[in-house]
């Protein structure tokens, strides 16, 4: 019994460590979703590359493309990011995406979270959660399951 035992565990945690399978939607189906949120994006740069990127506020990898981009401005020459706010339910960051976007300066306010660790004060803007749940859904269909996310586009002259 034993045996059958230490075989089934054996087998669980192997068929659990498997990869998942996260397709892939072509560009000329995700780029059309992108641009539908485009307006929500807190944007960084003026490069003619557009790179979108799905982040969580207190996801350690997140934090530390937005400290490289902020610390490099070469890349943001080069580079124009459209960064979204799209919790990682583990980090449950989802009241603080609602401040940063609510602040009156969204793209310091993620600077102050993310690169300097600062809290930020409460903050109501009614019009947040319909943005968030925008993003969200734009996500969900492009199946951004790790952060940052990162979906580049080369601007056509």
Known sequence: MKFLWTLFSIIFLLH???????????????????????????????????????????????????????ENAKMRSKYTYYFFLYELKRF???????????????IDALKRVMILDQNLPEMTNPSVSGKILQISNVAQALDVYKRPYIIMVKREN
Do not use: W
């Open 16 to 70: 659990a460590n498997e990869p998942q399978e996260h397709p892939k939607l072509p560009l000329s189906q995700s780029l059309p979703l992108l641009q539908t949120i485009e307006h929500h994006a807190l944007v960084l740069g003026e490069g003619s590359t557009k790179v979108y990127v799905f982040i969580d506020p207190f996801c350690p990898n997140s934090r530390n493309f937005i400290a490289l981009i902020d």
């Open 92 to 106: 449950n960051s989802a009241p603080m995406i609602a401040k940063i976007y609510s602040s009156s300066n969204p």
